[in-house]
């Protein structure tokens, strides 16, 4: 057999792109949940300003580096694009709801509601005219929206406050998908991701400059933790990236679900979480609204909204 057989042999045997995107959304997911229960660890006695500041200088040191290598340095003046500084804007405030609600939710209950995402997305994309749903897609919505109200189980003297901050959160991160779709693709992702990172890292200098007796010295342990998730969300918002341009957005997208999954694990294997039968009806709800709404998109030849709305960690 000849080098060149071998090397067609070889290309046959690798899988698809596709195949090797929803590979890097199920990793990226792993990435993520890690990412979110490290955060929650620390959150027990760190302030979220506090995670939010040292957690982004460490990751906006690893994000040039990466940037750097790449050969986009200079394109970082994109930083300075309006959309691209709306966007981090939107991100910083995202974040300091995120980790806050983060910090009082179990973390299956907290990633179901934050899945709700793509959903809001939707239901914003067509109330401003972007985009336009049938019926059927309109109730794949709303019960997507029940599946929330499952998880959130709000009472008759109201809705539990970190809950109601992850759903706020959510809302926040579908307008900033939303921005997300405008910014000009001379705007590398790394780069608007590290505007991100910047701005979540001001905002979160900015609270413990306005509350500096909160601030708590961290531990050897928690400098470590806090390391390791500088180092998840670089690796998880890369890895999301690549999974939507390695492969088609209708089969890569779904596969962002399985971080309920592993929130699930994760929840019950450090904290003891047991969700109870509400939470995951709740749960299968928001999954199963947002699958049909992916299909019903493909059916019909349409952007994927949807599966543009992944909520990477923020």
Same mark, same amino acid.
């Given at each position: 057999?000849?080098?060149?057989?071998?090397?067609?042999?070889?290309?046959?045997?690798?899988?698809?792109?596709?195949?090797?995107?929803?590979?890097?959304?199920?990793?990226?997911?792993?990435?993520?949940?890690?990412?979110?229960?490290?955060?929650?660890?620390?959150?027990?006695?760190?302030?979220? /300003?506090?995670?939010?500041?040292?957690?982004?200088?460490?990751?906006?040191?690893?994000?040039?580096?990466?940037?750097?290598?790449?050969?986009?340095?200079?394109?970082?003046?994109?930083? %300075?694009?309006?959309?691209? &500084?709306?966007?981090?804007?939107?991100?910083?405030?995202?974040?300091?709801?995120? &980790?806050?609600?983060?910090?009082?939710?179990?973390?299956?209950?907290?990633?179901?509601?934050?899945?709700?995402?793509?959903?809001?997305?939707?239901?914003?994309?067509?109330?401003?005219?972007?985009?336009?749903?049938? @019926?059927?897609?309109?109730?794949?919505?709303?019960?997507?929206?029940?599946?929330?109200?499952?998880?959130?189980?709000?009472?008759?003297?109201?809705?539990?406050?970190?809950?109601?901050?992850?759903?706020?959160? %959510?809302?926040?991160?579908?307008?900033?998908?939303?921005?997300?779709?405008?910014?000009?693709?001379? @705007?590398?992702?790394?780069?608007?991701?590290?505007?991100?990172?910047?701005?979540?890292?001001?905002?979160?200098? @900015?609270?413990?400059?306005?509350?500096?007796?909160?601030?708590?010295?961290?531990? %050897?342990?928690?400098?470590?933790?806090? &390391?390791?998730?500088?180092?998840? &969300?670089?690796?998880?918002?890369?890895?999301?990236?690549?999974?939507?341009?390695?492969?088609?957005?209708?089969?890569?997208?779904?596969?962002?679900?399985?971080?309920?999954?592993? /929130?699930?694990?994760?929840?019950?294997?450090?904290?003891?979480?047991?969700?109870?039968?509400?939470?995951?009806?709740? @749960?299968?709800?928001?999954?199963?609204?947002?699958?049909?709404?992916?299909?019903?998109?493909?059916?019909?030849?349409?952007?994927?909204?949807?599966?543009?709305?992944?909520?990477?960690?923020?």
């Amino acid at each position: 057999m000849s080098v060149t057989d071998l090397g067609v042999s070889a290309r046959g045997r690798a899988l698809d792109p596709t195949a090797r995107g929803v590979i890097a959304m199920v990793v990226g997911m792993a990435f993520q949940v890690t990412n979110d229960a490290v955060v929650k660890l620390i959150a027990a006695r760190l302030p979220a /300003s506090e995670i939010m500041a040292l957690r982004g200088v460490m990751a906006i040191a690893l994000m040039l580096a990466v940037i750097l290598a790449a050969g986009h340095g200079p394109r970082l003046r994109t930083l %300075a694009h309006p959309l691209v &500084v709306l966007r981090s804007a939107l991100e910083a405030g995202c974040c300091l709801l995120y &980790v806050t609600a983060l910090s009082g939710l179990g973390l299956a209950e907290f990633t179901s509601i934050v899945q709700a995402t793509p959903l809001i997305l939707t239901a914003i994309a067509v109330a401003i005219g972007w985009q336009s749903v049938g @019926a059927r897609r309109w109730a794949a919505i709303g019960v997507g929206f029940v599946g929330v109200l499952l998880v959130a189980k709000p009472s008759p003297s109201g809705v539990n406050a970190y809950a109601a901050l992850a759903l706020l959160s %959510a809302v926040i991160m579908a307008v900033r998908d939303l921005v997300t779709r405008r910014i000009p693709g001379h @705007a590398p992702s790394l780069v608007v991701t590290l505007g991100a990172t910047i701005a979540v890292t001001l905002l979160g200098a @900015a609270g413990g400059a306005a509350q500096p007796a909160s601030w708590i010295a961290p531990d %050897a342990r928690e400098i470590i933790l806090l &390391v390791g998730v500088a180092a998840l &969300v670089c690796a998880c918002n890369m890895t999301i990236v690549l999974a939507f341009r390695l492969g088609d957005m209708a089969v890569v997208g779904p596969f962002r679900y399985s971080v309920i999954l592993g /929130s699930l694990i994760l929840g019950y294997a450090v904290w003891g979480d047991r969700p109870d039968a509400l939470g995951l009806v709740g @749960a299968a709800l928001i999954v199963g609204s947002g699958l049909y709404a992916l299909r019903r998109e493909r059916e019909r030849g349409e952007p994927t909204t949807a599966a543009e709305g992944v909520a990477g960690p923020v």
